[in-house]
């Protein structure tokens, strides 16, 4: 098993939908996550952390659940610009400068 | 303006040669990493550095080496070893201090010919 996984995709969803992806880790003992968005040929920038409590930035909610292992991330109202790849993210030995395991990564395609 | 950089952002070589990736960062950062990603994958950890002149191997060490003798700069070095060199290599750091941002450099493009 990964020890972070992500559905790849691709999604493609029009513009206006909702779209939301899971992202699952195998270290029960991680303690924080994250989700970056990576455009074609650039390097990942920081969407949001993802708390226990989960947490909201505008359209995009974040989701922790600890029983099952996951997080997730939801898109209301996409937009063409939210086209991008999706990374999942886990500090899977729970300290500040710990080692952060990637998923594959989910592709988001938003058409007109 | 603060941030990280890579050089160079292109590089084709030959095989069997070893190679040098620069990554140099300006925030003052303790921690640093290299990552590699292939086509459609996601990032997987070469190596990582906690501090100065300390250095850990991450998933995928062999056939890679790095230093670490300031605090701002962590070159990679891709040797002959690396069985399948050609990718894009991305270098980041994060101050460790209640925050889990990685900031990136752009990256560099390894093509092995």
């Known amino acids: 098993r990964k020890e972070v996984e992500q559905d790849p995709g691709p999604f493609n969803v029009p513009e206006g939908a909702t779209v939301a992806f899971n992202c699952t880790y195998s270290?029960?003992?991680?303690?924080?996550f994250f989700w970056y968005r990576q455009d074609c040929r650039k390097e990942p920038k920081l969407l949001m952390s993802v708390y226990s409590s989960g947490n909201e930035d505008g359209r995009f909610t974040a989701q922790l659940n600890r029983a099952s292992q996951y997080i997730s991330l939801l898109i209301r109202d996409s937009k063409l610009s939210d086209s991008a790849t999706y990374l999942c993210v886990v500090n899977m030995y729970g300290t500040s400068y710990g080692k952060l395991t990637f998923g594959q990564g989910t592709i988001l395609t938003v058409h007109p | 303006d603060g941030g990280i950089t890579q050089s160079p952002k292109y590089l084709f070589r030959k095989e069997g040669q070893n190679v040098t990736l620069s990554c140099e960062q300006n925030l003052n950062h303790d921690a640093m990493y290299w990552y590699r990603q292939d086509p459609g994958q996601g990032l997987r950890l070469i190596y990582y550095?906690?501090?100065?002149?300390?250095?850990q191997k991450g998933d995928i060490a062999e056939g890679y080496s790095v230093s670490r003798e300031k605090k701002e700069s962590f070159p990679l070095t891709v040797t002959s070893a690396q069985k399948n060199p050609t990718a894009f290599y991305l270098c980041a750091s994060k101050d460790g201090v209640n925050t889990g941002e990685l900031f990136f450099g752009e990256g560099s493009r390894l093509t092995v010919l």
């Open positions: 550095s906690q501090i100065v002149n300390d250095f």
């Open positions: 270290n029960s003992a991680s303690q924080s």
